[in-house]
């Protein structure tokens, strides 16, 4: 594995407050309906226990389904350290009253000898979707990536997922060099976006 890539992968994951201390916030932040939406960004490890159950609890409202039928089948106790994960960092999408609406949860990884922004999980509350929130926090991760030196955003999604699919090829997202060939059964793909540098 390239030096470099352990390197910036490893330096990026030390930043305590990587969001805010390099400026990467989108400067969006208004709904296609007008709410003013904030962000919070933190560590998987310093979510409170509430704050995780709330998190994990809308993973399930908007996955479960697709993750019982999936090859990889749903397993809640290896999700729940997945969500938990010292790696795994958070920006929480908070409306106009201060309640939580939704979160990305992402990694900076070696993924094939490359340093990338991985975004492991996507969940918006069913009733603030299709309105600009998933690709406010898409638009942070891409800045992140390039302000950190990472080459790429990464991010699986099951091939039934069209609204996930159709939402990250709208973002310019498309089939990554490790994606799975279509005739090899698998139900998943890989897609990702390169970061300009
Ligand atoms: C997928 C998800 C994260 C997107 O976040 P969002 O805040 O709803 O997305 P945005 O409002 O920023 O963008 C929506 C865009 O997605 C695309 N989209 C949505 N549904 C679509 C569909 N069925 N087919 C094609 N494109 C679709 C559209 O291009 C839409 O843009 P438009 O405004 O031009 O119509 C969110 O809907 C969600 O949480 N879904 C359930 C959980 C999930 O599937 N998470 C992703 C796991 S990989």
């Not at 996507?122 to 299709?130: D, E, F, R, S």
């Not at 090829?169 to 090899?184: E, F, L």
């Amino acid at each position: 594995m390239p030096v470099d890539a352990k390197k910036l992968v490893k330096k990026a994951s030390q930043l305590m407050k990587p969001v805010e201390k390099l400026d990467c916030e989108t400067p969006r932040s208004t709904t296609t309906d007008g709410e003013i939406i904030t962000f919070e960004y933190m560590w998987a490890t310093h979510l409170s226990d509430e704050d995780f159950e709330w998190v994990y609890a809308l993973f399930k409202t908007n996955m479960l389904d697709m993750y019982q039928k999936s090859q990889w089948g749903y397993d809640e106790n290896s999700k729940r350290n997945e969500l938990r994960a010292t790696t795994s960092r958070f920006i929480i999408a908070i409306n106009s009253k201060g309640e939580k609406i939704g979160y990305t949860t992402y990694r900076f990884v070696v993924d094939h000898n490359i340093p990338v922004a991985y975004c492991w999980e996507l969940q918006i509350l069913p009733a603030y979707q299709n309105k600009g929130i998933g690709g406010m926090m898409l638009d942070t991760l891409e800045r992140l990536s390039a302000r950190t030196n990472m080459t790429k955003v990464m991010a699986t999604v099951f091939l039934y997922n069209a609204p996930s699919l159709g939402f990250f090829h709208k973002h310019g997202y498309v089939s990554d060099v490790t994606c799975p060939s279509d005739d090899s059964g698998l139900d998943y793909a890989i897609l990702s976006k390169e970061t300009p540098s």
